[in-house]
């Protein structure tokens, strides 16, 4: 897979896939289509002033109609400047479970 951006907010999410879609060289409304999405609504969340937001279900289509994945990466920079205010959680016994049920595909 080739690396196509690195990105840290939805911003920059926006524009990595507007991007994208001129690379492409396709039209909004075919990404709707192509997507099943609701007519208007590529234009809605991907131009400069947004007026939608790609959500649950929008991102996953848009990413798979425009051949991309998302990768989570580790920012040890981050991390480090926020570790000090991370309190540990205490243990009662109850467990989180991923979004939706589903298990993340871990990287290697």
């Given at each position: 897979?080739?690396?196509?951006?690195?990105?840290?907010?939805?911003?920059?999410?926006?524009?990595?896939?507007?991007?994208?879609a001129d690379a492409?060289?396709?039209?909004?409304?075919?990404?709707?289509?192509?997507?099943?999405?609701?007519?208007?609504?590529?234009?809605?969340?991907?131009?400069?002033?947004?007026?939608?937001?790609?959500?649950?279900?929008?991102?996953?289509?848009?990413?798979?109609?425009l051949g991309l994945?998302?990768?989570?990466?580790?920012?040890?920079?981050?991390?480090?400047?926020?570790?000090?205010?991370?309190?540990?959680?205490?243990?009662?016994?109850?467990?989180?479970?991923?979004?939706?049920?589903?298990?993340?595909?871990?990287?290697?």
């Amino acid at each position: 897979m080739r690396r196509i951006a690195v990105i840290s907010n939805y911003s920059e999410l926006v524009a990595v896939l507007r991007a994208r879609a001129d690379a492409l060289n396709v039209s909004n409304l075919t990404l709707d289509e192509v997507a099943g999405l609701q007519s208007g609504y590529t234009s809605k969340c991907l131009s400069l002033n947004p007026k939608r937001n790609l959500g649950r279900l929008s991102l996953g289509l848009m990413l798979s109609t425009l051949g991309l994945k998302l990768a989570v990466l580790e920012d040890k920079e981050a991390l480090a400047r926020v570790r000090p205010r991370l309190e540990p959680r205490k243990h009662n016994g109850a467990h989180r479970r991923p979004a939706g049920g589903q298990q993340a595909t871990p990287v290697r």
